[in-house]
């Protein structure tokens, strides 16, 4: 088992003939990722490894039945793609793109809301569910098939962690990228959902960052509805105020949004916080032990 | 990207917000000509890009030309927040019967542009925020529908009362969100936003923030960047591909992800060190940009010992290898430089950085010691 997305995926990946979007479309194929189709406007009956280009993603959805998007276009037209995704009835969309103006993602949001369309992303690694399907840009030889629910805001940061936990025999079920932007689809609260839901999940990690309040939501749900155990990691406590730090929700406005109340806020609801990431699957063991 | 108080004036009077008269001054003389001019009471504004102008002095009323001299001798060339004072804004002063705090912001959990509103005006609204958050109304404004006269109306409706003067708040309001939307701000603020004796209301100080992703669709409020040294310099890392903060510590740090960056920034400084710079050199392994970010990183004269972090998930590590060796030739120092390469050809990078002779590690926590235990050589 596993969330959002697994062997039943049909991916459309739109901006197909980008460069990003070639490379990357070869790498989850390599992978196992169901891809079905590719959207490229103009480029209709060419094909990109081995995968039919269509005009639009209503074209594609039409002749495969594409139930997934994942969307490497550039950021002035990302808002536009992902759009055009939901509108074409794709369940879930994955938006790669980085540098995103959040007046478009603010937007989008009632549309999709409208339409039932989950989004994740956007300036986000994407997901992956180890051994069924990669729906991004992570890279796959370090992840694992196994029992942990993975969240996090971060791209690299998250390898450096999953790593770790693969080396620490700790597989996972399904790892999310959420993105580094303040304004995005599925955040912490929406995941660790599912992952409550999920038969095959029995803990989750997940990587905070500053800036806004998406961690202190989390903790709020994490001590009120979770059963099952979160270990978390912070990053960003050496960040100085009013700096963005490289990601676009990364920033400590008016003294809120510092990785110390994060922190805090995790810890009140019990939820032990890695003081570096190698320290997360040791936290992890404590935590799963502590239940039996 | 933020701009000057009267910067955000000039936009809030060409979207039509009453604004009272000012003048930007850069000399005593300027003052002088402009409380002439205005001929009438002024306050002289210390125009710079920090916050508690109030407090640290740089806000004094001038009720008079010779105050009004006195006001501009003191506050030009004053120091805020370490940023010099090099203009400042000399304003008619308004009678002030009632003070006001509107302004707008994103906000990330209602996923829309939210309206910040209370009778608390003329204060710090974060205090408000902890203190009595009861006496600020929270508005989220529908994209579909944008801010609408009703619901402008009945919020100013709670501050003021009077209908009359209400009716002008709301219109303010509804101007105020529609400049926000349209530049593509992240924050507009009248704090505060007065009532005079004579029932008018004005805007009289003014901010406003910029969202950074949509600088490519403004041209005009690009225009009005004036970043001071700092942020010269991590613009210009910016148009190299990189993301720089530097901050005052001697350990550099070069790493490939913004989250992965934090958090090197953050383990140098546990483990007893402190990080001279937040740097991320994003997903590419292009030798180009390790030489940029070993200039950046080397140009801090505080640098002592350099970390290099990379994970490479697309990021090859043989690429960084290879950029970095590039960049050692053409670069002469002497800091000593600790890599770690994991993930993607990381053994492969190894080899390579092998006939350098430099200390090379697979952990980040390594490198992080490793780099603590250099830079105090």
């Given at each position: 088992?596993?969330?959002?997305?697994?062997?039943?995926?049909?991916?459309?990946?739109?901006?197909?003939?980008?460069?990003?979007?070639?490379?990357?479309?070869?790498?989850?194929?390599?992978?196992?990722?169901?891809?079905?189709?590719?959207?490229?406007?103009?480029?209709?009956?060419?094909s990109?490894?081995?995968?039919?280009?269509?005009?639009?993603?209503?074209?594609?959805?039409?002749?495969?039945?594409?139930?997934?998007?994942?969307?490497?276009?550039?950021?002035?037209?990302?808002?536009?793609?992902?759009?055009?995704?939901?509108?074409?009835g794709?369940?879930?969309?994955v938006?790669?793109?980085?540098?995103?103006?959040?007046?478009?993602?603010?937007?989008?949001?009632?549309?999709?809301?409208?339409?039932?369309?989950l989004?994740?992303?956007?300036?986000?690694?994407?997901?992956?569910?180890?051994?069924?399907?990669?729906?991004?840009?992570?890279p796959?030889?370090?992840?694992?098939?196994?029992?942990?629910?993975?969240?996090?805001?971060?791209?690299?940061?998250?390898?450096?962690?999953?790593?770790?936990?693969?080396?620490?025999?700790?597989?996972?079920?399904?790892?999310?990228?959420?993105?580094?932007?303040?304004?995005?689809?599925?955040?912490?609260?929406?995941?660790?959902?599912?992952?409550?839901?999920?038969?095959?999940?029995?803990?989750?990690?997940?990587?905070?960052?500053?800036?806004?309040?998406?961690?202190?939501?989390?903790?709020?749900?994490?001590?009120?509805?979770?059963?099952?155990?979160?270990?978390?990691f912070?990053?960003?406590?050496?960040?100085?105020?009013?700096?963005?730090?490289?990601?676009?929700?990364?920033?400590?406005?008016?003294?809120?949004g510092t990785?110390?109340?994060k922190?805090?806020?995790?810890?009140?609801?019990?939820?032990?916080?890695?003081?570096?990431?190698?320290?997360?699957?040791?936290?992890?063991?404590?935590?799963?032990?502590?239940?039996? | 990207?933020?701009?000057?108080?009267?910067?955000?004036?000039?936009?809030?009077?060409?979207?039509?917000?009453?604004?009272p008269?000012?003048?930007?001054?850069?000399?005593?003389?300027?003052?002088?000509?402009?409380?002439?001019?205005?001929?009438?009471?002024?306050?002289?504004?210390?125009?710079?890009?920090?916050?508690?102008?109030g407090?640290?002095?740089?806000?004094?009323?001038?009720?008079?030309?010779?105050?009004?001299?006195?006001?501009?001798?003191?506050?030009?060339g004053?120091?805020?927040k370490?940023?010099?004072?090099?203009?400042?804004?000399?304003?008619?002063?308004?009678?002030?019967?009632?003070?006001?705090?509107?302004?707008?912001?994103n906000?990330?959990?209602?996923?829309?542009?939210?309206?910040?509103?209370?009778?608390?005006?003329?204060?710090?609204?974060?205090?408000?925020?902890?203190?009595?958050?009861?006496?600020?109304?929270?508005?989220?404004?529908?994209?579909?529908?944008?801010?609408?006269?009703?619901?402008?109306?009945?919020?100013?409706?709670?501050?003021?009362?009077?209908?009359?003067?209400?009716?002008?708040?709301?219109?303010?309001?509804?101007?105020l969100?529609?400049?926000?939307v349209?530049?593509?701000?992240?924050?507009?603020?009248?704090?505060?936003?007065?009532?005079?004796?004579?029932?008018?209301?004005?805007?009289i100080?003014?901010?406003?923030?910029?969202?950074?992703?949509?600088?490519?669709?403004?041209?005009?409020?690009?225009?009005?960047?004036?970043?001071?040294?700092?942020?010269?310099?991590?613009?210009?890392?910016?148009?190299?591909?990189?993301?720089?903060?530097?901050?005052?510590?001697?350990?550099?740090?070069?790493?490939?992800?913004?989250?992965?960056?934090?958090?090197?920034?953050d383990?140098?400084?546990?483990y007893?060190?402190?990080?001279?710079?937040?740097?991320?050199?994003?997903?590419?392994?292009?030798?180009?940009?390790?030489?940029?970010?070993?200039?950046?990183?080397?140009?801090?004269k505080?640098?002592?010992?350099?970390?290099?972090?990379?994970?490479?998930?697309?990021?090859?590590?043989d690429?960084?290898?290879?950029?970095?060796?590039?960049?050692?030739?053409?670069?002469?120092?002497?800091?000593?430089?600790?890599?770690?390469?994991?993930?993607?050809?990381?053994?492969?990078?190894?080899?390579?950085?092998?006939?350098?002779?430099?200390?090379?590690?697979?952990?980040?926590?390594?490198?992080?010691?490793?780099?603590?235990?250099?830079?105090?050589?």
């Amino acid at each position: 088992m596993s969330i959002l997305v697994n062997n039943d995926t049909k991916l459309v990946v739109q901006g197909i003939t980008g460069r990003d979007g070639k490379f990357h479309t070869g790498r989850m194929k390599e992978y196992g990722t169901n891809i079905v189709a590719g959207v490229s406007p103009g480029k209709e009956g060419e094909s990109v490894e081995g995968v039919p280009v269509f005009n639009s993603v209503e074209n594609a959805v039409k002749a495969t039945g594409a139930n997934t998007s994942i969307i490497f276009v550039p950021a002035a037209f990302a808002a536009d793609a992902i759009l055009e995704a939901s509108e074409a009835g794709i369940k879930l969309v994955v938006a790669i793109s980085e540098g995103v103006p959040v007046q478009d993602m603010i937007r989008i949001t009632p549309i999709l809301k409208q339409n039932g369309t989950l989004l994740i992303g956007p300036n986000c690694p994407g997901l992956i569910t180890p051994g069924q399907a990669l729906i991004g840009i992570l890279p796959a030889m370090i992840f694992k098939e196994g029992p942990i629910g993975f969240i996090s805001r971060s791209g690299t940061l998250t390898y450096e962690v999953v790593n770790q936990l693969t080396l620490n025999d700790f597989g996972q079920t399904t790892c999310v990228g959420i993105g580094g932007d303040p304004v995005a689809g599925l955040y912490f609260i929406d995941l660790l959902e599912r992952f409550e839901n999920d038969p095959n999940t029995t803990a989750v990690v997940l990587i905070g960052e500053i800036g806004g309040d998406a961690e202190e939501q989390a903790a709020r749900y994490i001590a009120e509805k979770m059963t099952k155990p979160v270990v978390a990691f912070i990053a960003g406590q050496t960040a100085p105020p009013g700096k963005r730090m490289g990601h676009a929700g990364a920033i400590i406005s008016s003294g809120s949004g510092t990785a110390e109340e994060k922190i805090a806020a995790f810890n009140a609801a019990g939820v032990p916080v890695a003081k570096e990431p190698g320290e997360i699957p040791e936290l992890l063991r404590k935590k799963l032990a502590e239940r039996k | 990207m933020k701009i000057h108080e009267y910067q955000a004036r000039q936009i809030f009077r060409s979207y039509g917000i009453p604004v009272p008269d000012d003048v930007l001054c850069y000399t005593v003389s300027e003052v002088e000509n402009a409380a002439r001019e205005l001929n009438c009471m002024t306050v002289v504004k210390a125009q710079v890009l920090a916050g508690g102008r109030g407090k640290a002095g740089g806000v004094k009323l001038a009720r008079n030309v010779e105050e009004a001299i006195n006001a501009g001798k003191q506050i030009l060339g004053m120091n805020i927040k370490g940023l010099t004072v090099e203009k400042v804004l000399v304003t008619k002063a308004a009678d002030i019967e009632k003070e006001f705090y509107v302004g707008f912001v994103n906000d990330r959990n209602s996923k829309c542009v939210t309206l910040m509103a209370s009778a608390e005006g003329g204060v710090e609204i974060e205090e408000v925020a902890k203190t009595n958050p009861e006496k600020i109304i929270k508005y989220p404004v529908n994209p579909l529908t944008g801010l609408l006269d009703y619901q402008a109306r009945n919020i100013a409706l709670k501050l003021f009362g009077d209908i009359k003067q209400a009716q002008k708040a709301a219109s303010i309001l509804t101007k105020l969100y529609k400049l926000y939307v349209e530049t593509d701000a992240t924050l507009a603020e009248i704090n505060p936003l007065i009532l005079t004796p004579e029932g008018d209301v004005l805007a009289i100080d003014g901010k406003m923030n910029f969202d950074d992703n949509a600088l490519f669709r403004q041209p005009k409020v690009l225009a009005m960047r004036e970043p001071d040294e700092e942020e010269l310099q991590e613009i210009a890392a910016h148009e190299k591909g990189l993301s720089y903060i530097k901050l005052d510590g001697n350990i550099g740090c070069m790493v490939n992800g913004a989250g992965l960056a934090m958090a090197t920034m953050d383990m140098i400084k546990l483990y007893g060190g402190s990080p001279a710079n937040f740097l991320d050199i994003g997903g590419s392994s292009n030798p180009q940009k390790v030489i940029d970010a070993m200039n950046i990183l080397l140009g801090d004269k505080n640098v002592k010992a350099v970390m290099i972090n990379i994970f490479g998930g697309i990021t090859r590590c043989d690429d960084v290898a290879r950029g970095l060796l590039k960049a050692l030739e053409i670069i002469m120092t002497d800091v000593p430089i600790v890599v770690r390469l994991s993930g993607t050809n990381a053994a492969e990078g190894l080899a390579i950085l092998k006939e350098t002779g430099l200390p090379t590690v697979s952990s980040m926590s390594e490198a992080a010691k490793k780099a603590i235990e250099l830079s105090k050589r």
